[in-house]
């Protein structure tokens, strides 16, 4: 089974402060996503990855950047943490290919006071 | 730009009876996969069915299928029998393809399912 693992299930963090958000996973997958789920909105996509040191903005990645050092792991930074920002964060994995689905982590639950 | 849209934001079935949950998409794509994930309380996002555009019979798995109406760009989501363990939110999905033979989800705004006992 695929194990998709996040660092943490509920952060609190302050205005100003960098938060880092970290996922890993140990199935060797290539390609790793960031998403941000928000009441009524769905899942927004911030950043994707296909291969390691790579990445894609998505959809709303203003106020976030990401690091993809090993294959493995993908983290997701907010560099000066706002209250907008408070969400849930999952974060997603997948072979490479067009019919393949994505396996998701637990996410974690951010509050930005 | 594709979108997806799920106007049900809550629905609620008896146990064992047949719910369904409706998506819509907008596309100028021919072929395209179109997904229904289950989020349950406080548990991880897991794929339910998947369909591609190009295949005409509709997507089965268990007590869950499809009802894919190309032409009217309708994607819904039928479960039979519904269970407790049913209870979640259920968000539908459409690929986007990208550069380089990548893709990325759309996703609808989910609906939440409440079983009834």
Redesign the interface.
């Known amino acids: 089974d695929v194990k ?1 693992t996040q660092s943490s299930r509920y952060l609190v963090k302050r205005t100003g402060e960098k938060v880092f958000l970290e996922c890993v996973q140990d199935m060797d997958h290539e ?1 790793m996503f960031w998403y941000r789920q928000d009441p ?6 911030i950043y ?1 990855s ?1 291969d390691v040191k790579m990445k894609e903005k ?1 959809d709303i990645p203003e106020g976030y950047s990401v690091s993809r050092e090993k294959k493995e792991r993908f983290s997701l930074i907010l560099e000066s943490a706002s209250t907008n920002q408070t969400s849930m964060y ?1 974060c ?1 994995t997948s072979i ?1 290919g ?2 393949v ?2 396996y ?4 974690t639950r951010l509050t930005v006071t | 730009a594709q979108t997806v849209t799920q106007s049900q934001p809550e629905m609620s079935v008896q146990e064992a009876e047949t719910v369904t949950l409706s998506c819509t998409y907008d596309t100028s794509e021919s072929d395209y996969y179109l997904f229904w994930y289950k989020q349950p309380p406080s548990r991880q996002m897991i794929l339910v069915i998947r369909q591609e555009a190009y295949k005409q019979q509709n997507a089965t798995e268990n007590r869950f299928s499809v009802n894919f109406q190309k032409a009217a760009k309708s994607f819904s989501l039928k479960i039979s029998d519904s269970q407790l363990g049913d209870a979640a939110m259920y968000f539908c999905a459409y690929r986007r393809l990208l550069m380089d033979s990548n893709y990325q989800l759309i996703w609808g705004a989910g609906t939440k399912l409440i079983i009834k006992p």
Do not use: C, D, K, S
């Open positions: 998709v390609n009524g909105l769905g899942l927004r996509l994707f296909y998505g999952l997603a490479r067009l019919e689905e994505q998701f982590g637990p996410g």
